[in-house]
């Protein structure tokens, strides 16, 4: 493989490659909270958080990703809004880390469940003019916006920001069926985490996951951590979705990477526990993730059966598909673009060991790893 500054120009089969790692197309993770002491959220959110955060990413085999900001107030979500859009503007490498931006809430439910880890205090009904206010704010990177729709006004807030040329994902909901679709019919085509931000107990047959599962227009994003979903859950999803309609995303929050206890995050406490799950102390709602795709890729194979050839597209092909990437994204072609990353696995290993990671042409992560 050889690229000439940021594409692909040379590509050629080596006779003898059995002894070398895996070769990949950069993993392109869309929903990152925050890593490491450093979150899209935080009140003193910075471009030193924003540097830490694609640097971690870049470990993992993640060559671009999708900050995701959370239910916040709505000064908050504007200010970090302006600073990433502004070092997107100043640096190259930074604008070529982030494929979009995700705006997880605050228009969802503010039910004990569906709500998740989200401060009920900033939860409240769509507004299109705060969505618009984001994306000036953004300077129109936005490109994801999660919604609860069973929230007053969910449906005439999917169309316009539709029309927008933004997605609509729905998330974070306690929806009856018939409203899953409604706004499906309004314009909506994600599942945000399937299977997560949802009641400890829903109906057994007529509930929001099999209507979003049913739902061929909608394209799932999954947490395949082995904590956010079984593996038998996992396993069901892709029989019912495809291999098409399924995206792997880390949903990686700010306390990944910390050592098991209860910490402060926001107005809220959250707990790392022992098995590397994050969630609210003394139940079992969980609070984002510790993992990243590297981990999640391979649980995901070992759920499923499936090989890399035919796993790895979710966490590349099909995110660039969503978010609406040249078609060249996470293929091996001419003109794609230079992200890659080689690494080594076996069946059975926890995750794949990354041992380069190329980005925009640039290396920008290089470890070790047992041949």
Request: charge should be negative; hydrophobic fraction near 40%.
């Amino acid at each position: 493989m050889e690229w000439d500054g940021e594409r692909i120009t040379e590509i050629a089969e080596l006779e003898d490659a059995a002894k070398l790692p895996y070769l990949s197309p950069g993993f392109l993770d869309m929903q990152v909270n925050g890593y490491n002491g450093s979150d899209y959220s935080l009140r003193d959110f910075s471009p030193k958080h924003l540097v830490n955060i694609i640097g971690s990413m870049s470990k993992s085999g993640t060559t671009q990703h999708v900050p995701t900001i959370v239910s916040c107030p709505q000064e908050r979500i504007l200010r970090n809004l302006r600073i990433i859009a502004g070092e997107m503007e100043r640096s190259r490498e930074i604008e070529s880390a982030i494929a979009g931006i995700h705006i997880e809430g605050p228009f969802i439910s503010s039910e004990d469940g569906p709500r998740g880890a989200h401060d009920p205090e900033y939860i409240r009904d769509p507004s299109f003019e705060d969505f618009q206010k984001w994306q000036e704010a953004a300077g129109g990177r936005i490109s994801i916006v999660t919604v609860g729709p069973e929230r007053k006004g969910s449906l005439e807030f999917i169309r316009k920001v539709k029309e927008a040329g933004v997605s609509v994902a729905l998330g974070h909901t306690g929806a009856e069926p018939g409203q899953i679709a409604e706004a499906v019919a309004a314009g909506a085509t994600l599942s945000t985490h399937l299977g997560n931000g949802s009641y400890t107990q829903i109906p057994r047959l007529k509930n929001y996951i099999w209507e979003q599962l049913a739902a061929d227009e909608l394209t799932a994003g999954i947490i395949s951590d082995g904590f956010h979903l079984p593996g038998s859950v996992v396993k069901v999803f892709t029989r019912a979705k495809g291999l098409n309609r399924l995206v792997l995303v880390s949903d990686v929050a700010l306390l990944g990477g910390f050592s098991p206890g209860v910490y402060k995050w926001g107005n809220l406490d959250a707990e790392v526990f022992d098995d590397g799950h994050l969630g609210l102390p003394g139940t079992s709602i969980l609070a984002g993730a510790a993992h990243l795709l590297d981990w999640d890729l391979a649980h995901y194979m070992g759920f499923t059966g499936l090989e890399l050839a035919q796993a790895i597209p979710l966490c590349t092909i099909n995110p660039a598909r969503v978010l609406g990437l040249p078609a060249s994204y996470g293929r091996f072609e001419k003109g794609a673009p230079a992200n890659l990353v080689t690494f080594r696995w076996q069946p059975g290993e926890e995750r794949l060991r990354i041992e380069r990671t190329i980005q925009a042409g640039r290396e920008v992560y290089t470890g070790k790893s047992d041949g």
